[in-house]
């Protein structure tokens, strides 16, 4: 109740700029937690997580939505799914400390530990 489920395929080929608004539009001032799961990325961008997703979103894609978030009332984000491990490239640690520095960009105050 309450959230809409995007398909990837969804999103193909398109940018996520109106899907944000909205979401935008939908939460108004609520309190919102994200969670960014790292497999939402094409393991082509981001292979280290334990369960990768063939044709996942493109790192524009991923800014899109980080920088869709500016204006709502975030009270919390995570980033899940990763698994360093699975990624002998060293592409995932440089997709992760990328969307983490967007995040903190688009959302002052945010605390990284």
Same mark, same amino acid.
């Given at each position: 109740?309450?959230?809409?489920?995007?398909?990837?395929?969804?999103?193909?080929?398109?940018?996520?700029?109106?899907?944000?608004?909205?979401?935008?539009?939908?939460?108004?001032? !609520?309190?919102?937690?994200? #969670?960014?799961?790292?497999?939402?990325?094409?393991?082509?961008?981001?292979?280290?997580?334990?369960?990768?997703?063939?044709?996942?979103?493109?790192?524009?894609?991923?800014?899109?939505?980080?920088?869709?978030?500016?204006?709502?009332?975030?009270?919390?984000?995570?980033?899940?799914?990763?698994?360093?491990?699975?990624?002998? #490239?060293?592409?995932? !640690?440089? #997709?992760?400390?990328?969307?983490?520095?967007?995040?903190?960009?688009?959302?002052?105050?945010?605390?990284?530990?």
């Amino acid at each position: 109740q309450g959230f809409r489920v995007v398909p990837a395929e969804e999103c193909w080929g398109k940018s996520l700029v109106p899907l944000m608004d909205e979401v935008r539009t939908q939460m108004g001032d !609520k309190p919102v937690y994200i #969670s960014f799961d790292i497999d939402a990325l094409d393991p082509a961008y981001a292979p280290g997580t334990g369960t990768p997703e063939i044709a996942g979103l493109t790192p524009a894609q991923a800014l899109e939505i980080i920088r869709g978030c500016k204006g709502l009332n975030i009270v919390g984000c995570d980033l899940v799914e990763v698994a360093p491990m699975y990624d002998v #490239s060293g592409e995932s !640690k440089g #997709s992760q400390e990328y969307d983490v520095c967007a995040w903190q960009r688009q959302l002052p105050g945010l605390v990284s530990i």
